[in-house]
């Protein structure tokens, strides 16, 4: 018959997360993102204020 009482021990160990190191590589193409996230938002905004501006106005 297997032995239960170090199964909580044994799960409580396999469950413990190591810390790992992150790659400067990684914050480097989250600020990669993150630029091109803040171009796409700005283009955005200028077509739209560009484009609302040429509209002719209403009443």
Known sequence: M???????LLLATAAYAEKTER???LYAWWALNLAV?????????????????KRAPRG
């Open 23 to 25: 790659s400067p590589l």
């Open 37 to 53: 996230l803040i171009a796409v938002g700005y283009g955005a905004f200028r077509f739209i204020t560009s484009w609302r501006a």
């Open 2 to 8: 297997p032995d239960f009482t170090s199964a909580p």
